[in-house]
């Protein structure tokens, strides 16, 4: 296991994301405990963070409340410093990689002023710690390496995400986080997240920075309204990372016919486990817009992301598609079941709804 988001703790920051956890299993601890003491886990910590000057890491939030707080990387000497120790880290964790045949690297974010924490914002949706060009190396000795990140947000991770063959998202587990990922790691258990939010290759993607003022010093002005997330996707037809609702599993499945049943408010269809394995699906219905006033500088709605701004909007603005309501089903291998979905506004007449898994 490489990454120093294996072996550690995020439970204990963030501000108001803090919890007082009782006690909380890491990755690598979650990992050792489901194989065994029979099983060796070699760890190796590949990059290390930036460390605040005066500071152990557990006071940055009552530091962040200090506009004058000073962390490591401010100066020429505490860069090169930084510098040649991840350098050394990276290194001593490639030549351990080049030994073994299954790789796991752990990172992404954690709450260190600056990524997923109160105080400031991040300045951008890149990866710390130079931790890009430790996967891309990682993933030329072992190209089957499984990728885990922490996080509460999107990362950018164009380097290296289509030369890699295995990615979780572990966002912040908590107490059990570790023996999660372990679990679903291992195949313990079968994988059914689905993501809350669209995860972009760039800010430029995101409405609120190619419509909005989102990232100005100063006064923000929110001007992309009801464009956000897959509402802005779609209008714009921006392909993101990853969109809104997207998640992979052990097992396949597959959705049959659908139709509204107005004496509920729902709408009902079938779904069935094509697979191998038991798993869980969630069935999304979205009800289709009926027609878009929007009015921009352009009709053109393939502009690329980030030039687009609107001049007005009306309270009749539609998006493509919008998100009606949604269940998760459990079905063995082979199972089939009808679902129920209740349309949570109550169904519009007139309007014409679907389903998606």
Same mark, same amino acid.
């Given at each position: 296991? %490489?990454?120093?988001?294996?072996?550690?703790?995020?439970?204990?920051?963030?501000?108001?994301?803090?919890?007082?956890?009782? #006690?909380? %299993?890491?990755?690598?601890?979650?990992?050792?405990?489901?194989?065994?003491?029979?099983?060796?886990?070699?760890?190796?910590?590949?990059y290390s963070?930036?460390?605040?000057?005066?500071? /152990?890491?557990?006071?940055?939030?009552?530091?962040?409340?200090?506009?004058?707080?000073?962390?490591?990387?401010?100066?020429?000497?505490?860069?090169?410093?930084?510098?040649?120790?991840?350098?050394?880290?990276?290194?001593?964790?490639?030549?351990?990689?080049?030994?073994?045949?299954?790789?796991?690297?752990?990172?992404?974010?954690?709450?260190?002023?600056?990524?997923?924490? *109160?105080?400031?914002?991040?300045?951008?949706?890149?990866?710390?710690?130079?931790?890009? %060009?430790? $996967?891309?190396?990682?993933?030329? $000795?072992?190209?089957?390496?499984?990728?885990?990140?922490?996080?509460?947000?999107?990362?950018?991770?164009?380097?290296? $995400?289509?030369?890699?063959?295995?990615?979780?998202?572990?966002?912040?587990?908590?107490?059990?986080?570790?023996?999660?990922?372990?679990e679903a790691?291992?195949?313990?258990?079968?994988?059914?997240?689905?993501?809350? *939010?669209?995860?972009?290759?760039?800010?430029?993607?995101?409405?609120?920075?190619?419509?909005?003022?989102?990232?100005?010093?100063?006064?923000?002005?929110?001007?992309?309204?009801?464009?956000?997330? #897959?509402?802005? /996707?779609?209008?714009?037809?921006?392909?993101?990372?990853?969109?809104?609702?997207?998640?992979?599993?052990?097992?396949?499945?597959?959705?049959?016919?659908?139709?509204?049943?107005?004496?509920?408010?729902?709408?009902?269809?079938?779904?069935?486990? /094509?697979?191998?394995?038991?798993?869980?699906?969630?069935?999304?219905? #979205?009800?289709?817009?009926?027609?878009?006033?929007?009015?921009?500088?352009?009709?053109?709605?393939?502009?690329?992301?980030?030039?687009?701004?609107?001049?007005?909007?009306?309270?009749?603005?539609?998006?493509?598609?919008?998100?009606?309501?949604?269940?998760?089903?459990?079905?063995?291998?082979?199972?089939?079941?009808?679902?129920?979905?209740?349309?949570?506004?109550? %169904?519009?007449e007139g309007? *014409?709804?679907?389903?998606?898994?």
């Amino acid at each position: 296991m %490489i990454g120093e988001n294996a072996d550690k703790l995020n439970a204990l920051g963030g501000g108001s994301a803090e919890l007082k956890a009782l #006690y909380e %299993i890491s990755p690598l601890m979650g990992i050792k405990k489901l194989l065994g003491g029979n099983t060796k886990v070699e760890y190796a910590k590949g990059y290390s963070c930036d460390i605040f000057r005066g500071d /152990t890491e557990d006071k940055w939030q009552e530091r962040s409340l200090d506009l004058d707080f000073v962390r490591v990387g401010s100066s020429e000497e505490a860069d090169t410093k930084m510098k040649d120790l991840r350098e050394q880290l990276r290194n001593e964790a490639l030549e351990l990689a080049k030994e073994y045949e299954n790789i796991i690297f752990v990172g992404g974010y954690d709450h260190v002023p600056g990524h997923d924490s *109160e105080g400031d914002d991040k300045p951008d949706i890149k990866l710390p710690y130079e931790q890009d %060009i430790l $996967i891309k190396e990682l993933l030329k $000795i072992r190209p089957d390496m499984a990728i885990v990140l922490t996080g509460g947000s999107d990362v950018d991770m164009r380097e290296w $995400i289509d030369d890699a063959h295995a990615l979780i998202w572990g966002w912040y587990g908590g107490m059990e986080g570790g023996t999660a990922i372990a679990e679903a790691l291992f195949g313990d258990i079968n994988p059914s997240g689905r993501l809350p *939010e669209t995860f972009y290759h760039d800010l430029s993607e995101c409405g609120a920075h190619a419509i909005g003022e989102y990232g100005k010093v100063g006064r923000v002005e929110y001007k992309d309204g009801i464009y956000v997330g #897959y509402r802005y /996707t779609d209008r714009f037809n921006v392909n993101p990372q990853f969109p809104f609702g997207h998640g992979l599993s052990y097992t396949t499945f597959e959705l049959c016919g659908g139709k509204l049943d107005k004496e509920v408010d729902a709408y009902v269809c079938t779904v069935k486990n /094509t697979g191998s394995r038991e798993g869980k699906v969630s069935v999304l219905v #979205y009800m289709k817009g009926e027609k878009e006033r929007i009015l921009t500088d352009s009709s053109d709605a393939s502009k690329p992301a980030g030039s687009h701004t609107l001049k007005g909007m009306s309270g009749q603005d539609e998006p493509v598609k919008v998100l009606s309501g949604f269940e998760k089903v459990s079905l063995k291998p082979g199972e089939t079941k009808e679902v129920a979905i209740c349309i949570t506004d109550g %169904i519009i007449e007139g309007r *014409e709804y679907f389903a998606a898994i």
